[in-house]
């Protein structure tokens, strides 16, 4: 009798577990979603509204890059029915973190269906970080993509990616909640006319910059994206990520290159530490332009709280310092 119970308990159980496999809503209460960063939480809340509840693994001025993932994180990972990420190797701890959990829903890789700008070597200094960093990691886990990627993964920093990562969002959503599909169809629409809209003002901004005036040395590199949509050069003494450290020749290199060029502005980030800029400012007479956001919003009342105003605070305080 009681083990019959038992059994009856387990074939619950198993029927609950079954019921609740696939990513599909529960009606009545919102969409539990898991946002790697603060951009695409941004993102998934313009899109899903009141329908979604997100938990943002790397929150506002986050590294995304160096991130390492909480217990707490694993468990918001086994509650969700979708995690949304960036993809291109930007969240190298995702696998391990995903492992951890007991996550059975939808990955959403919001790149996919973009075009990715492929991150070339250009000296033989790339190759000696690389070693540097793995005598550090002497673990020799597979940390993530910098000199090993093979794409920037950086690509919000293009509008008309941007577009792509609301499309990609819209559509899992819609699948995971049907009944809603409507409702995040017409917020996607809103949302890609803002889109639209900033990504023409910015055009008009930049334009007016002269020729001369368009290169932009930052810590990482962080903004090609930004770059090929725009007509500007970006610079930096970092790689794609903020884990690989300037080598000497990198930062002799492009002190050079700051003298050669006759680049007056250089600009910090809101992650990361400002000292090797601010050093490079010293010593090229350079001016600090003002903070970049490559990778995270900032606080809700700094200048960067949502996306698009990311977004047009980066151009702002671009256009400003380099038309000065
Ligand atoms: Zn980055």
Redesign the pocket.
């Known amino acids: 009798m009681l083990a019959r119970r038992a059994l009856l308990a387990s074939a619950t159980a198993v029927l609950a577990l079954s019921l609740a496999a696939p990513a599909s809503a529960q009606p009545g209460r919102p969409l539990p979603v898991v946002a790697t960063f603060s951009i695409l939480s941004d993102m998934v809340k313009r899109i899903g509204g009141e329908q979604v509840a997100v938990t943002t693994l790397v929150g506002p001025d986050g590294d995304?890059?160096v991130y390492q993932p909480t217990p707490a994180d694993a468990r918001a990972v086994s509650e969700a029915r979708l995690i949304v990420v960036n993809g291109l190797q930007f969240e190298g701890w995702l696998d391990r973190l995903i492992d951890a959990s007991d996550f059975d829903g939808t990955r959403v890789v919001v790149t996919d269906g973009i075009e990715p700008i492929a991150f070339e070597h250009s000296e033989d200094a790339h190759d000696r970080d690389h070693e540097t960093d793995h005598e550090k990691h002497a673990e020799g886990d597979d940390h993530d993509g910098h000199d090993h990627g093979v794409f920037d993964?950086?690509a919000w920093q293009s509008l008309r990616n941007a577009a792509v990562y609301v499309d990609n969002i819209t559509d899992a959503l819609s699948k995971a909640d049907p009944g809603n599909a409507s409702l995040f169809y017409r917020n996607r629409e809103a949302y890609v006319a803002e889109i639209e809209i900033l990504h023409s003002e910015i055009r008009e901004m930049i334009a007016g910059l002269p020729a001369a005036s368009r290169t932009v040395v930052t810590s990482?590199d962080?903004f090609q994206y930004f770059g090929r949509d725009y007509g500007l050069t970006f610079i930096a003494p970092q790689g794609?990520?903020?884990e690989s450290e300037a080598s000497a020749k990198d930062v002799v290199r492009l002190i050079q290159q700051i003298r050669d060029r006759g680049i007056r502005a250089v600009f910090i980030e809101n992650i990361g530490d400002p000292r090797l800029l601010e050093r490079i400012a010293d010593e090229t007479g350079a001016v600090i332009g003002g903070t970049l956001y490559?990778?995270a919003l900032s606080g809700p009342d700094g200048p960067a709280p949502t996306y698009l105003d990311l977004m047009r605070h980066n151009a702002k305080t671009l256009t400003q310092a380099l038309a000065s």
């Open positions: 995304t890059h993964p950086h990482h962080a794609l990520s903020t490559p990778g």
